[in-house]
């Protein structure tokens, strides 16, 4: 009976590769009889696992999707990836990936589970992001994959609510957030959405004809999207370009010398507030030459700054 189990088992492995294998080639491996592998395979299906068989010239075993989820193998290695992969979807607040990696624990070898906990306690990660449901995952992944239309309500960055119709198209994990690249119908453009500020998400229904992308993949198009100017600065350094540059970073904007003892960054940045930690704490003295805004915040934070020291 050990060896029925044993060579059961291989089966599975080999079928769980997700090629078709020939009658002939499958019992050659397991080292038995074409009969006796017809046994092993309905034994497999007996215990839940789909496999397609195909007879004739060509013909193959298959394992194929059913409709029920059958226990998976997996090796030393799969095991091990699979577990760390939970831990840090667990880590980052998902109930869901917690309570896969509990059940993946139960049964993983005392061998295997040092290696999990050997991974765990040297790895860090820097800053967890907001947590998404897994069902969320699930339904938006769903509907861009079918080509349906969307509502959710949205809380946007300054608290706003919105009632929104889009057509899904990617999700994209980006900066440790999920974001939604979609068609907004009422506002007939592409928007990004954070998949965190949605909620009473579902489907309508309604399919729809998928649009070109704006761009050649989803992630680079929200890569440019977070990364879009909304403020241009410049800044006069009172110090010659050499000295600024091993200050500050550049790689927003441009650097270039005015003279012997001045330099000038031409920078677009998202806030003020950024802008005025970095250029405050370079230790050189500046001017701001535009815009008037940045001038406002940065005597506003001066006068904070003062308080703060009386």
Known sequence: MADVSRRTLQLLSLLQTGRGWA???LAERLATSPRTLRRDVERLRGLGYPVETRPGPGGHYRLVAGTAMPPLLLDDDEAVAVAVGLRMVADAGDETGD???RKLEQVLPARLRRKVAAVHHTTETAGGGPSVPADLLALVGAAAQNHERMWFDYRSRDGASSARRVEPYRQVLSRRRWYLLAWDLDRAEWRTF???RMSAAR???ER???RELPAATAAE???????APRHRAVITFLAPLEQVADRIVDRDGTLEPLDATRCRLTTWVDSFEWLA???AVAGIDFRVEEPAGFTGYCRE???RLDRAAR
């Not at 198009?221 to 990364?227: E, F, H, I, S, V």
């Open 203 to 205: 489907t309508t229904g």
């Open 194 to 196: 954070r998949l965190d």
């Open 99 to 101: 309570g896969a990696l």
């Open 23 to 25: 009658g002939a080639e």
């Open 301 to 303: 934070l001066r006068d």
């Open 221 to 227: 198009y929200l890569d440019a999207a977070l990364k």
């Open 208 to 210: 729809f004809e998928p």
């Open 277 to 279: 930690v970095t250029t």
